[in-house]
């Protein structure tokens, strides 16, 4: 049972453009979620996260959206640059489990020129 | 300042060899985990230990042990490998915001 799901394999998105990657979640307990970053041959690198208790995070040209109702969670990349080419795993978790994370499939992003 | 550092980077075994994957962190953080990623898959829990000296299983345990060394080390050993256990394998610490610190990971295939 996939608990957090990432229902694009890949996504392509021309330089400068917006890139949003989606992610929806089935357990509504989850009250903290996150997004990571990977590069071939290394490990995932934190991003940006949210917490239930907000709707939007912003950091730079990355914000992620949370919208509880529809268990769902988007991150944007605006504008998207070559460099964030990668595979982007949204995360999620409950309070008080060790901050065990539960991840998604992930989304493999392609930032063409 | 290393962070997580994994060894080794690479490992084939035949089917029934043991070996045991090793993890550290300099951070001085309390939890520690091992996931493992297959493709179409994400990263799945095996073990995790959330204090030293405590550990616990995560979502695909089997076939898995753990020991939490100390506060630094946390080790991941097959006891007898099987061709289901190819995959990559990374070791995580978090600090106090739920940010993970992944290492870069064990590439293992078992033939």
């Known amino acids: 049972d996939q608990q957090v799901k990432q229902n694009s394999p890949s996504l392509s998105v021309q330089e400068g453009r917006i890139s949003i990657l989606n992610c929806d979640y089935t357990n509504s307990m989850f009250d903290y979620f996150l997004w990571y970053k990977k590069y071939p041959a290394e490990g995932p690198t934190f991003l940006i996260s949210i917490s239930s208790i907000k709707d939007k995070n912003e950091d730079g040209r990355f914000t992620v959206f949370l919208n509880k109702s529809a268990k769902h969670l988007s991150l944007h990349i605006v504008p998207s640059q070559p460099g964030d080419s990668a595979v982007y795993f949204c995360a999620a978790s409950f309070t008080g489990t060790a901050s065990k994370l539960t991840f998604g499939t992930g989304t493999r992003l392609q930032v063409t020129l | 300042n290393a962070g997580v550092t994994q060894t080794p980077k690479f490992q084939v075994l035949k089917t029934g060899q043991s070996m045991t994957l090793q993890c550290a962190q300099d951070?001085?953080?309390?939890?520690m985990y091992w996931y493992r990623q297959d493709p179409g898959m994400g990263l799945r829990l095996i073990y995790y230990s959330a204090s030293e000296g405590t550990t616990d299983k995560g979502e695909v345990p089997n076939g898995y042990n753990v020991s939490r060394l100390n506060k630094r080390e946390f080790s991941l050993r097959l006891e007898s490998a099987a061709p289901s256990q190819t995959s990559v394998y990374f070791c995580?610490?978090?600090?106090?915001?739920?940010?993970?610190?992944f290492g870069s990971g064990t590439r293992l295939t078992v033939v």
């Open positions: 995580a610490s978090r600090n106090s915001n739920y940010g993970y610190t």
């Open positions: 951070m001085n953080h309390n939890s």
